[in-house]
């Protein structure tokens, strides 16, 4: 239930008391706060990096998981349930913009290097993954499949600075690399 945290010296220390039993999700924002999901409760949940009180930015949501946060500020979240979503969030005011719907259990969520588009992980459906273009700060295009795995469940997105996808297969255990033009 608690987050704890190690510093560079190796020491560690509880950052957070009572966050959950099941913290999912974990990004900093650039205040230093951390924001968490928490499948448990269907919430997303704000520690302060200075007093490490917690606050619950929004509730009610069917499986919060993975993060993904933008320079901008902006945290986007998946709702890891048969007709999931993605939820663009301002996590200081709780404002939220859809970002794409009806998708089969989706996963990860990474953007790529100039936060244009947002990639995720659909781990239903055979698993896939979707790619969504920024059009502005908080409106997105149309999704579209941009790579769809021969097998396995991948469940798990990063993206390095020359716009190539990382993603994990859970099932076997692989580390793939999919190029930014999708092959």
Partial sequence: QNIEGLDRYGNTAIYATQV???????RVMSTGDLAIAQPDTGSLVLVDAVTHGKTTVLSGMSFPNALEVDSRGYLFITENVSSGRVRQ???YTGEQ???I??????????????ENTLYVAETGNGGRIMAVD???DTEWDIPRVFYTPTSGSFYTIAVDECGNLYIVN??????????ADGS
């Fill in 20 to 26: 959950g039993v099941d913290a999912s999700g974990m």
């Fill in 89 to 91: 969030v301002d996590v």
């Fill in 97 to 99: 913009w859809p970002v």
């Fill in 101 to 114: 719907a009806n998708l089969s259990s989706p996963n990860g969520v990474a953007l790529s290097p100039d």
């Fill in 134 to 136: 920024r059009l502005s």
């Fill in 170 to 179: 859970f099932s076997g255990g692989e580390l793939y690399r999919v190029f």
